[in-house]
């Protein structure tokens, strides 16, 4: 759900999501796909039940609309695997695994590419009930490049939910065999309780000053 949510949900939209969420695959089954929740929400007697119970707002059920047909076309109903079955392409004991992302036209669908591939990682790692026992038991290091267009501080609920995510990667990952790799050439935009976790940090030619600022380096070398 935070994946389709995207930046466009407040704290009030997000849970009506997760109500027209749970609504539909009780319907349709965990075989329903994207195109049928689209079709789904088309339904006006949905949203006049929904309003009338004060189950979801109608201002709420149309913000919630819109965002669901934001998302790029060709993100889900694909041939392609589940990212869930993957997991054994993603994760290989002693090996490297590149997601690369430029061949994506727009930054949204990059966006849920990364955030999708992390968020599965992360929490098959910290999980004690793990979908997949292959990524809970494999040591990993994940890499993010770019990691300030995914780690930012804002205000919404995919901010806040890969946000309080990576945080407790990064308090909690070590004793999980679990490491972070963050790469950016803006640290100041990284959200402060993910980057203060960061133990280790390579600087290499910064020259914005909020930059150099955030990284603390010794004022001694500062000029270096």
């Known amino acids: 759900p935070w994946l389709v949510a995207g930046s466009g949900l407040n704290?009030?939209?997000?849970?009506?999501l997760l109500t027209l969420l749970n609504r539909f695959f009780d319907n349709y089954g965990d075989s329903g796909t994207y195109s049928q929740f689209l079709s789904y929400l088309d339904d006006p007697a949905l949203k006049e039940e929904l309003h009338e119970s004060g189950r979801v707002h109608e201002a709420t059920f149309d913000a919630v609309k819109r965002r669901v047909r934001g998302v790029p076309s060709g993100v889900f109903d694909q041939d392609a695997k589940p990212i869930t079955e993957l997991d054994h392409t993603l994760v290989r004991p002693g090996g490297l695994s590149v997601v690369p992302t430029y061949h994506l036209p727009t930054s949204r669908q990059k966006e849920i590419v990364v955030l999708a591939v992390a968020g599965l990682l992360v929490d098959d790692k910290l999980s004690n009930d793990p979908a997949s026992d292959r990524i809970k038991e494999t040591p990993l290091l994940v890499g993010m490049d770019e990691?300030?267009?995914f780690l930012a501080d804002a205000d919404n609920v995919q901010a806040q939910k890969v946000v309080q995510k990576f945080t407790e990667a990064a308090k909690q990952g070590r004793k999980e065999r679990l490491g972070l790799f963050l790469i950016t050439q803006d640290p100041q935009d990284v959200a402060e309780?993910?980057?203060?976790?960061v133990n280790t940090k390579i600087v290499l030619n910064l020259g914005d000053e909020d930059a150099i600022s955030s990284v603390n380096i010794p004022t001694n070398l500062a000029g270096k």
């Open 147 to 149: 990691a300030h267009n």
């Open 11 to 16: 704290d009030n939209q997000y849970p009506a």
């Open 193 to 197: 309780s993910v980057f203060k976790q």
